[in-house]
């Protein structure tokens, strides 16, 4: 129901209900999408070439990045020349979107009065949350440990400009494109993927296992005629 609906107007508000229990409008979903999409490739580059995993996940990223970065909002190609002019690639980084959204979650946790809305703004912050920290030491500045502090934090932060906001029609031909639902389903298949990613670097599953199974363990049950 909600695709066609945004066919007819512009792109609702942020945080406006998507008609999915828990689900809100996201303020921001190109950029996102780009910088999880980017984030993840990043990673799978560290995993072996001759992965199943990699391979499979690397083809399935860069088809949906694709189709992202081929929908362009109006005024776009404004935003992207001023950034290169002050020496900036033409997409922020993840950091960057995290910033932003660290704000105004921040921002929306303490204006509204809806617990549910306050509930969204927690859980995405838990998402983002890591990254703000990750950034602040990648500056040599100090982490914050508590959730109070991180929303301190992120009020603080110079918020980076991101692009224009995509028009209705615009987040309907992406979602076309994806297949996966609405846009903010496909934001969260991308942040599912991007925490696989890591989980697969971390473990380290391409090596060797530390114990090795015995001759036949893994070897399914089979009927062996009798002579």
């Not at 072996?48 to 992202?68: C, D, F, I, W």
């Not at 950091?95 to 959204?101: E, I, L, N, P």
């Not at 983002?128 to 100090?142: D, F, T, V």
């Not at 530390?210 to 002579?227: D, F, I, L, M, T």
Request: charged share 25%.
């Amino acid at each position: 129901m909600r695709p066609s609906t945004r066919l007819l107007t512009a792109r609702l508000p942020p945080f406006t209900p998507t008609g999915i229990t828990g689900v809100l409008t996201h303020p921001h979903p190109r950029p996102t999408l780009i910088a999880l999409y980017k984030h993840t490739l990043q990673l799978l580059q560290e995993l072996p070439a001759h992965s199943v995993y990699r391979q499979s996940t690397e083809n399935l990223t860069k088809a949906r990045l694709n189709t992202v970065e081929s929908i362009k909002p109006p005024g776009f190609e404004a935003y992207a020349a001023a950034r290169k002019q002050a020496g900036e690639p033409e997409h922020p980084e993840l950091r960057d979107v995290a910033k932003f959204m660290c704000a105004i979650l921040a921002n929306l946790e303490a204006s509204t009065s809806h617990e549910g809305n306050k509930l969204y703004a927690r859980n995405e912050m838990k998402r983002w949350g890591p990254i703000l920290r990750a950034a602040a030491a990648g500056a040599s500045s100090p982490a914050p440990a508590q959730e109070s502090q991180l929303a301190e934090m992120a009020k603080a932060e110079e918020v980076p400009e991101l692009e224009p906001q995509l028009t209705a029609e615009q987040v309907e031909t992406i979602e076309e494109g994806v297949g996966e639902g609405l846009i903010e389903e496909i934001i969260d298949e991308g942040w599912a993927e991007l925490e696989c990613a890591k989980a697969m670097l971390e473990d380290r599953v391409w090596e060797p296992l530390a114990e090795v199974p015995e001759e036949g363990q893994w070897v399914a049950y089979e009927r062996v005629p009798s002579n």
